[in-house]
């Protein structure tokens, strides 16, 4: 397959991530460290899975006005990617933890929010195994991924804020802009949210175009 400009900007912004990531001057801050360095794959990773999943309802709300098999696919295969990406967030944000909070799970009110989110994307998942015919899978389906990430939102970005949180940025703690985010950690930082949102629509759009590519098969056999 061809890959046209953005693939490429995809490969050439995750190679510069990597290496700059892993190599470039970082500030040294208490406790963080070394560790710091996280904050260009966890971080960008969240970024990915909420565009990915409003990539998903765009798409779930397109089946709902126009019933074609495709805005469905679009839409399933969106959800999955978003969720590989919230379980990557997840996992490096529980290394980050044990380095920095002592231990990998502290039911920190983040966590316990982003793994509730997590948990009703699964049932989407479930949800989507337990019909038969299809039309009536694509249209709950649809209906229950608009409602998941409308829940998904404040779970992640407003429940956390109200109460007493060590991740930056929630209950009290400032985020990195207010204190120690530099232009090293931006000049990284900023295109590796770019090139890991990318690589997520990209295996989107290739599952995607698989799915579509095995129904029509099925069809015509």
């Not at 709950?140 to 404040?154: D, E």
């Amino acid at each position: 397959m061809k890959l046209t400009w953005w693939k490429w900007l995809t490969v050439a912004l995750l190679l510069y991530t990597v290496v700059g990531g892993m190599l470039s001057d970082v500030p040294r801050l208490a406790i963080l460290n070394e560790t710091i360095r996280n904050l260009f794959f966890h971080v960008p990773m969240w970024f990915g899975m909420i565009l990915i999943l409003l990539v998903s309802v765009v798409y779930s709300i397109k089946y709902l006005r126009n019933p074609l098999s495709r805005n469905d696919i679009i839409a399933n295969e969106a959800a999955k990617v978003g969720i590989l990406f919230g379980v990557l967030g997840i996992v490096t944000g529980m290394e980050w933890a044990r380095f920095t909070w002592g231990e990998f799970w502290s039911n920190d009110p983040k966590q316990n929010a982003s793994a509730i989110g997590l948990l009703i994307y699964f049932a989407y998942l479930i949800l989507r195994g337990s019909f038969q015919d299809h039309q009536q899978r694509a249209r709950i389906s649809a209906v229950y991924n608009i409602f998941a990430f409308a829940a998904l939102i404040p779970l992640l970005f407003i429940l956390p804020r109200l109460t007493d949180s060590l991740h930056p940025g929630n209950g009290g703690n400032p985020g990195f802009n207010a204190y120690d985010m530099d232009s090293s950690l931006r000049a990284v930082f900023y295109p590796a949210v770019l090139g890991w949102t990318l690589l997520g629509i990209w295996v989107v759009h290739l599952r995607s175009r698989l799915e579509v590519l095995k129904q029509r098969f099925y069809e015509n056999a």
